[in-house]
């Protein structure tokens, strides 16, 4: 079973989340960072940026993550938006 969203631009699309912050970069185009998952209850795993990614690591090993998943605020992209964002966030390897 698989979630689905009508994005103004692509049309019916199976879903993906992202944190709020790549969410606005869809937009903005700010090279914010990209990383993912390996959730698969959706058509994509949950994607947050490099700020996100800092907070993540930052949690001591052991500890839920649920106040972190809060914390990043995420939001439903449809499939295409996550790919394109995927391609346009991810920016140089540092
Ligand atoms: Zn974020
Ligand atoms: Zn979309």
């Known amino acids: 079973m698989e979630d689905q969203v ?8 199976g879903i993906g ?3 709020t912050h790549v969410a606005h970069a869809v937009d903005s185009g700010e090279p914010v ?3 993912w998952g390996d959730d698969v209850d959706t058509a994509r795993p949950d994607a947050w940026c490099r700020a996100c990614e ?3 690591r930052a949690v001591p090993a052991g500890q839920s993550t649920e106040a972190w998943f809060a914390a990043c605020d995420y939001k439903v992209l449809c499939v295409a938006c996550w790919d394109s964002s995927k391609h346009r966030l991810r920016g140089p390897r540092r």
């Open 54 to 56: 800092r907070a993540l």
């Open 6 to 13: 009508v994005c103004p631009e692509y049309g019916r699309q």
């Open 17 to 19: 989340l992202a944190c």
């Open 33 to 35: 960072g990209f990383f």
